[in-house]
């Protein structure tokens, strides 16, 4: 890749066909000026310093920004697709995953401390867990042929060839478009579900930040029904939802009348959060399925073991501690509706 | 034919309501796109791309492409600068279009209507049947059934009212055979209530040029502008009317360095590459260019030697243009005296420069005085008869200077004759029908004493052979006007719209009543047109489909005159016909066609194109038709690539020396192997050679002053000085009678230049080195007519009432084109308080004429898609109006149209609102697309601007003013 | 080798529209895809210039550059292509090229924008040249035919040029010498001032092979 020299390439290209262009007016507007005849700007030279700048001229042929000559917001799309977006997204989902299977290494499967109890938990109500995997296959589905479509021309190319990454993205495109439209289902169902356990408590929450949730070392912090960490989620999810939702739309409708600028930013913003809400999700999946011990088990069954509940929410533990046990695992578990999760590993 | 497999069942679109499915024509189903049978934009997004060019490979797949493309050279339809097109041919079907160029005046260069012509082989808009309106319905006839009932309606008419109650609405998109043959037509019929679009056009140019110095014509062409040192545009668009010819105008303006000076009320895409602007007001062109011209005598830079020896009146020219000071140009035009001074010394600076103008300088009441005043001016300057310099007019439609010559007017016979009983003689001969059988066609009422409500008022007889036609502009008050105010028999009771748009003309409001009043209406055309949707009428109509210029062959003129010949490309689309077999179907009906066909054969139904070429030749001796045979006219067809970009002139090649296309006057007969005259009054050259004077139209002498040329004459001229047009005595005269041959001789007896068929007094004249019509002055006052030296006039419905005593319009007429007509009366009350602002018009480069045939293509009619009004901000920002409203546009005799506002800052100056004409379809607010025969409603529908224009008429041709109304806006 | 261009002389381009109704005679585009179009700048006023624009073939073509599945392709001209079959009309071409030189057919599925159209600078696509196929896709193939794009051609006034560049930067060179000559003939600002000078140019015989 050597997009530097390609971009070099490209503008001065624009720029000598712009020189060709400029010459005309130029040329009498100098002599003019040398006669002592001028004396008022040349509307030449202005002329084109306004097509530089995107002025929208007149045009008969219908549409959108029809009548911009040049738009320069492009080149910077470009740039910001292309060398930015593609290669540091990159490096963040790789650094991510590197910094997880890194910590998984050092660190290995978080235990329950105390060991099982034996005694199980409520934890999440069954419309809970179904709104959870709800939007976990929406996202997941969204997730992987949004990849495919950023980095497939680069990765899946070699493999499948043009045309099977041309039908492979073809796929991908309609699976991203239409599961799009339940992911606004999904962020809705989502913010209504666990709003009132994520309202942020403060104490607790800044004590739990400060000590990174105890993942780097020391005890757990105390925590609530969810902790920080799992609130900061919570939102990012909901609030990256709804930026997805809307720049999503925007890229959705290409003929309503969006301006392409409208779109280039609905791009970026939709490609910017995507890439935070992935990172996040990877930590998510980390501490929720990989790297914790009994913590998956909450979303398949919606039960946990009261040790669990104790050691990595205690606040919670204590308020729930009373109430009757519920149902054996796996009775009414999501995973009987077909989902499959990976058992928690005893 | 195979192409049938791709036919789309969808499309199998039944064209006439209460029709059956197509009896389509299989070769051309496929043509058809799927899912077009109802109309609007919304629809038109979804057309799937059907294309002829993958069902033609689809269906050919098997074969090679190569062989059996056919390429077919034609000559587009849109305007009158006559571009060349080639068009290939595949089977009948017409798959491509290549630029020409070889072709001697657009070198492959087209606009945006011709790089679509080919369009038309789709056709989807097209009409396609012979179609009646019986109880509101439109119904599918055929083409026996409809000849039958309206020759039988016409018949009825004519023994009930007499022929002149029938009018026959011509055509300048009709080739020249088909043009003459029309012109013919009407004279077997017995009626000169004929006409056509020139009328409305450039009449008053054709009147005031030919007053002047002879011909009515551009004098030049395109092409010699290139040597022009100068070039000035008044009143025209070139850019969008015209487009191929800024390729001429660029051509002088980058290599001769010659200024472009645009005078125009509003600023145009010409004006956008002018060097200067001059911003005017509507109608002030008289006091512009007499304001130049006062600039010009007071600095001495008239051509003096030039006016001696070849301009006749100047000092009274003199004496009116001393009234024009700069105050007072700037007072009545707005013109300041700077940019006037400037314009006037970079003319007389740079010779030889052209003067260029269109409808902006014509559409007027004092049209004439208009054409007149630009002559002057060119005359002043010398700028006639040499390269460079001229009157380079440029002309509308693709064959309206073929139509006006070949005389579909309601005031002469083709050649210019006239109407009085020399010319009829004299074309009765070239036809060989009897003049007196001629004669009995035409009615013969004598109706002394109550015209015009008037008691013992002039007696006068009617003698409709003789007497002007009623013009295309007053059919309407031929219609509505009381019958004994119409110096004929009785009103119009039918029009037959031979390939006219009823929205180029104005008073809408009363158009729609006439139409309403007919006893029948009768459209033939390629397209149901607005006379199709624009009445209340329920039966009494009828749509005939004629072929397009693509679909037949023949002659067409250009604007400089040059004839180019057309092959044709395909086959008529549809049930459609070309023009002139219609005519031969119509006569058989109505019983001449024994007379009129005498010496054209007729195939089947279909009259022999060449034929008629060579009857005309036979008689256009006037303007020098008659060297033009088809044979010649083919063989520079063929050679396009021979004939030079600037002189026109083959250099080599079969064609050697001619000028192409033979531009009128071609002298002689086509054995004369005269090359025509390409610059026109050019003294340089032999006549034989091109060469020229002005013609010795007017007599010779004028209360004791000389009107022939004073020591100026043409190159080889044998008579070293001035002389009257050339007759048999003359030849006798001069000792040049023997130089005939004995045949010649015999037909040359007692004839003159313009009526000896033999062509012999042409031929020694040139022998000679003279001009056949005589080497005069022309003249700067034209004595005949209403304002003999130009002057100005305010317009009827005049924004500046302060200039109206000083600047009286006319006294309103009697009879003028056997109609009365109002001129003082209208100009007498003041509309300023309610319609403040000036209202004036002009064309779009998409669309042409009405806009039938271009909003009917699918490729130009994306372009322009609403009708819009042109407004200076300043104006909406009174009116309460933002760009890309709907606003009301409403003129002082009550007609309103809703159109688009677009608001401009500089385009228009404040308190003018500039419409364009183009379109139809809608009248007054209301849209009438369910109106058309189904499947062909233009794509494109929207207010006629003329719906709103005003009346108001040339004193000297009945030209309708479209330039300078009255009008109000506001939101809708 | 050749290498393809557009150039439009924005002194002699008088917006007529040609080059955009020759497009859709030469590739029978239907309505609401226009690949080229005419721009006017400063409509209506002094200094109003239009320019045609299409897509340039652009020798670092952005929109190569972005597309996700790599449709584009570089033909030995220098002309910009690309693969319809491949095309998954994902739009991002249209955000990045700097002309808005790709279009989509309006009113496709839902949210989907259908297949890329783009000028192919009369060059058609990977289908054999001039093979029904090709032109139910791309129009027409007059490259192949060893003709220029029909928008140039039939130009109204020459103001579009295309062809081998380094041919039309000398015939645009070429005029810019007539023009220069010319005191009075161009240029507003000599418009507003005083008259210009004339002056002998020397030019006015000099042939040009073209023009």
């Given at each position: 890749m050597h997009f530097p020299t390609r971009y070099r390439v490209v503008i001065s290209l624009m720029l000598l066909l712009l020189a060709l262009i400029l010459l005309v007016p130029l040329a009498p507007y100098a002599l003019a000026y040398v006669q002592g005849a001028?004396?008022?700007?040349?509307p030449g030279t202005e002329l084109w310093r306004e097509v530089r700048q995107g002025v929208p001229g007149q045009t008969?042929?219908?549409?959108?920004?029809?009548?911009?000559?040049?738009?320069?917001?492009g080149e910077q799309w470009r740039r910001f697709r292309m060398e930015q977006l593609v290669p540091y997204s990159a490096v963040i989902f790789a650094g991510v995953v590197g910094l997880f299977v890194l910590y998984f290494l050092i660190r290995g499967r978080i235990r329950i401390t105390a060991g099982r109890s034996g005694r199980l938990i409520q934890r999440y109500t069954l419309s809970d867990r179904w709104i959870h995997w709800f939007m976990a296959v929406v996202f997941l589905i969204l997730m992987l042929t949004g990849l495919v479509l950023l980095y497939g021309r680069w990765i899946l190319i070699p493999w499948l060839g043009p045309e099977g990454f041309s039908a492979t993205a073809q796929f991908c495109k309609s699976a991203h478009n239409l599961t799009g439209l339940l992911f606004p289902v999904a962020v809705v169902l989502v913010l209504f579900a666990y709003l009132r356990e994520a309202l942020f408590n403060f104490k607790v929450d800044i004590t739990w930040f400060l000590r990174a949730g105890g993942y780097l070392g020391g005890k757990h912090p105390s925590s609530g029904k969810i902790n920080a960490g799992q609130k900061a989620w919570y939102w990012t999810v909901v609030v990256g939802g709804v930026l997805l939702c809307v720049s999503g739309l925007a890229l959705y409708f290409?003929?309503?009348?969006?301006?392409r600028e409208l779109l280039r930013n609905a791009y970026q913003v939709h490609t910017l959060v995507a890439v935070f809400i992935i990172a996040f999700f990877f930590v998510h999946i980390y501490l929720g399925a990989?790297?914790?011990?009994?913590?998956?088990e909450a979303m398949t069954s919606g039960s946990v073991d009261a040790n669990w509940a104790k050691e990595q929410h205690d606040l919670w533990y204590e308020e729930v501690r009373g109430q009757p046990e519920p149902d054996?695992?796996?009775?009414?578990?999501?995973?009987?509706?077909?989902?499959a999760s990976p058992r928690p590993d005893d | 034919m195979k192409l049938t497999k791709v036919q789309n069942p969808a499309a199998a679109a039944v064209t006439s309501r209460g029709a059956g499915p197509a009896n389509t024509i299989d070769r051309r189903t496929f043509l058809r796109r799927a899912g077009m049978s109802a109309g609007g934009a919304a629809a038109?997004?979804?057309?799937?791309?059907?294309m002829m060019r993958k069902a033609h490979a689809t269906t050919?797949?098997?074969?090679?492409?190569?062989?059996?493309t056919e390429t077919v050279r034609s000559i587009c339809t849109?305007?009158?600068?006559g571009c060349g097109i080639y068009a290939e041919v595949q089977n009948g079907v017409w798959t491509g279009q290549e630029p020409?160029?070889?072709?001697?005046?657009?070198?492959?260069a087209h606009c945006a209507k011709g790089a679509s012509v080919r369009e038309h082989g789709h056709g989807e808009r097209r009409l396609k049947y012979p179609t009646k309106l019986e109880n509101g319905k439109w119904k599918r006839i055929s083409w026996e059934q409809a000849v039958n009932e309206i020759g039988d309606k016409m018949l009825a008419i004519r023994e009930q009212?007499?022929?002149?109650?029938v009018y026959w609405l011509g055509s300048a998109k009709h080739n020249n055979e088909q043009a003459y043959l029309f012109r013919k037509f009407a004279a077997f019929w017995g009626t000169n209530n004929v006409d056509h679009q020139a009328r409305i056009c450039h009449s008053t140019t054709v009147a005031g040029v030919a007053n002047t110095?002879?011909?009515?014509?551009?004098?030049?062409s395109y092409n010699d502008i290139?040597?022009?040192k100068a070039i000035l545009v008044i009143g025209g668009n070139p850019a969008e009317a015209?487009?191929?010819?800024l390729q001429h105008l660029f051509r002088a303006t980058e290599r001769n360095n010659a200024p472009l000076i645009v005078i125009d009320p509003r600023f145009t895409r010409t004006a956008a590459h002018a060097n200067q602007y001059m911003r005017i007001r509507p109608g002030t062109d008289v006091p512009v260019v007499w304001g130049m011209l006062w600039h010009i005598f007071e600095n001495g830079w008239e051509d003096k030697e030039f006016i001696r020896q070849r301009v006749y009146g100047m000092d009274e020219i003199r004496k009116e243009v001393a009234k024009w000071t700069p105050d007072e140009v700037e007072r009545v035009s707005g013109a300041p005296e700077e940019q006037v001074k400037r314009a006037a010394k970079t003319m007389a600076e740079h010779r030889p420069g052209t003067f260029i103008w269109c409808m902006g300088g014509t559409q007027h009441t004092i049209g004439n005085n208009n054409t007149r005043a630009y002559c002057v001016f060119q005359l002043a300057l010398g700028n006639m008869g040499v390269a460079g310099g001229g009157t380079n007019i440029f002309r509308g439609h693709d064959n309206v200077q073929g139509a006006t010559d070949l005389g579909?007017?309601?005031?002469?016979?083709?050649?210019?004759?006239?109407?009085?009983e020399g010319a009829w003689k004299h074309w009765a001969k070239v036809w060989d029908v009897d003049y007196d059988w001629l004669a009995g066609r035409f009615d013969k009422e004598e109706r002394p004493g109550e015209y015009f409500g008037e008691e013992g008022g002039d007696e006068k007889i009617i003698n409709s052979m003789h007497a002007k036609g009623i013009p295309v502009s007053r059919w309407i008050d031929g219609v509505l006007e009381d019958k004994n105010n119409i110096?004929?028999?009785?009103?119009?009771r039918a029009m037959v719209?031979?390939?006219?748009?009823?929205?180029?003309?104005?008073?809408g409001v009363e158009m729609k009543d006439a139409m309403d009043k007919l006893d029948m209406l009768v459209v033939v055309d390629p397209y149901p047109t607005v006379s199709a949707v624009m009445?209340?009428?329920?039966?009494?109509v009828y749509l005939l489909p004629a072929a397009t210029q693509f679909e037949t062959y023949g002659s067409v003129t250009a604007s400089n005159r040059s004839l180019q010949w057309r092959d044709r490309?395909?086959?008529?689309?549809?049930e459609s016909r070309p023009d002139h077999t219609i005519m031969y179907m119509m006569a058989k009906k109505l019983g001449f066609e024994e007379e009129l066909f005498k010496h054209i054969e007729v195939n089947g139904e279909e009259p022999m194109i060449e034929d008629i070429t060579r009857e005309f030749n036979r008689g256009m001796w006037t303007i020098g038709?008659?060297?033009?045979?088809p044979e010649r006219l083919k063989l520079h067809q063929q050679n396009?690539?021979?004939?030079?970009?600037?002189?026109?002139?083959?250099?080599?090649?079969?064609?050697?020396g001619e000028a192409y296309g033979l531009p009128?006057?071609?002298?002689?007969?086509?054995?004369?192997?005269?090359?025509?005259?390409?610059?026109?009054?050019?003294?340089?050259?032999p006549v034989a050679k091109g060469g020229l004077t002005f013609r010795?139209?007017?007599?010779?002498?004028?209360d004791g002053v000389n009107l022939l040329a004073e020591d100026s004459y043409s190159?080889?001229?044998?008579?070293?000085d001035g002389y009257p047009e050339f007759t048999a005595d003359m030849l006798k005269k001069l000792g040049w009678?023997?130089?005939?041959t004995a045949d010649e001789k015999q037909q040359a007896e007692g004839k003159n230049w313009k009526t000896d068929l033999s062509g012999g007094i042409q031929r020694v004249a040139i022998k000679h080195g003279c001009a056949p019509f005589g080497n005069a002055k022309a003249r700067t006052?034209?004595?005949?007519?209403?304002?003999p030296v130009p002057i100005h006039r305010e317009p009827l419905?005049?924004?500046?009432?302060?200039?109206v005593e000083k600047y009286p319009t006319y006294a309103d007429r009697k009879d003028f084109y056997r109609l009365p007509t109002r001129y003082e009366s209208i100009q007498a009350k003041d509309y300023t308080g309610e319609y403040p602002l000036i209202m004036t018009s002009g064309r779009l480069v998409e669309y042409e004429g009405g806009g039938d045939e271009t909003r009917s293509n699918p490729w130009l009619a994306e372009l322009q898609q609403h009708m819009f009004a042109e407004v200076n901000i300043v104006d909406a920002n009174n009116a309460g109006i933002k760009d890309g409203e709907k606003i009301w546009v409403e003129s002082p005799e009550g007609a309103r149209i809703e159109v688009q506002a677009k608001v401009t800052d500089q385009g228009v100056a404040a308190g003018v609102v500039w419409l364009p004409?183009?379109?139809?379809?809608?009248?007054q607010g209301k849209d009438?697309?369910?109106?058309?025969?189904?499947?062909?409603?233009?794509?494109v529908l929207g207010e006629a601007c003329n719906t709103a224009f005003t009346y108001g008429y040339d004193s000297v041709t009945a030209m309708q003013e479209t330039k300078c109304s009255l009008c109000r806006i506001g939101p809708a | 080798m050749a290498r393809m261009k557009f150039l439009c002389d924005a002194e002699r381009c008088?917006?007529?529209n040609a080059c955009v109704t020759a497009c859709k005679n030469a590739?029978?585009?239907?309505?609401?895809?226009?690949?080229r179009r005419v721009v006017t700048i400063n409509?209506?006023?002094?200094?109003e210039r239009s320019m045609s624009v299409a897509c340039?073939?652009?020798?670092?073509?952005p929109c190569a550059a972005v597309c996700p599945v790599d449709c584009f392709y570089f033909t030995d001209d220098g002309v910009v292509l690309h693969d319809k079959d491949i095309?998954?009309?994902?739009?991002y071409c249209f955000y990045a090229c700097p002309f808005g030189a790709p279009q989509f057919p309006a009113?496709?599925?839902?949210g989907g924008r259908g297949k890329m159209d783009k000028c192919t600078f009369c060059g058609g696509?990977?289908?054999?040249?001039?093979s029904p196929e090709e032109f139910r896709k791309y129009g027409s193939n007059r490259l192949a035919q060893g003709k220029l794009p029909l928008c140039a051609e039939m130009c109204s006034t020459k103001a579009l040029i295309a062809g081998d560049g380094d041919v039309v930067s000398e015939i645009f060179r070429e005029r810019v010498t007539y023009r220069a000559a010319s005191g009075l003939a161009w240029g507003w600002g000599v418009a507003y001032g005083k008259p210009g000078q004339r002056r002998a140019s020397g030019l006015e015989n000099k042939a040009s092979s073209q023009d």
């Open positions: 001028g004396g008022v700007a040349n008969q042929v219908q549409g959108t920004d029809t009548g911009t000559l040049i738009g320069a917001g290409p003929d309503f009348v969006q301006s990989i790297g914790m011990e009994g913590s998956l054996p695992p796996g009775a009414g578990g999501i995973a009987a509706g077909g989902v | 038109l997004g979804m057309l799937p791309a059907t050919e797949a098997a074969a090679p492409e190569g062989g059996k849109h305007c009158s600068v020409a160029f070889d072709h001697p005046f657009n070198r492959g009212s007499g022929p002149d109650s110095w002879g011909y009515g014509a551009m004098t030049n290139h040597n022009s015209h487009p191929v010819a579909v007017l309601s005031h002469t016979l083709p050649g210019y004759y006239g109407v009085a110096e004929q028999r009785d009103r119009l719209f031979w390939g006219h748009a009823p929205n180029s003309q104005t008073r009445h209340d009428r329920t039966d009494g490309v395909i086959e008529p689309l549809f038709y008659t060297g033009q045979s396009w690539h021979t004939f030079d970009y600037t002189t026109l002139e083959a250099r080599g090649g079969p064609a050697n009128w006057p071609c002298w002689g007969t086509p054995e004369m192997k005269h090359p025509g005259t390409h610059v026109l009054y050019d003294t340089s050259k010795a139209r007017f007599g010779v002498e004028r190159k080889g001229s044998a008579i070293k009678w023997d130089d005939l006052v034209v004595w005949t007519f209403p304002d419905y005049t924004s500046r009432r302060d200039l004409f183009h379109f139809g379809g809608h009248f009438l697309r369910d109106k058309y025969p189904k499947g062909s409603d233009p794509y | 008088i917006e007529c590739n029978e585009v239907p309505w609401g895809i226009n690949r409509d209506g006023s002094p200094g340039m073939h652009c020798s670092d073509a095309c998954i009309g994902c739009g009113n496709v599925a839902f696509g990977p289908e054999p040249d001039n």
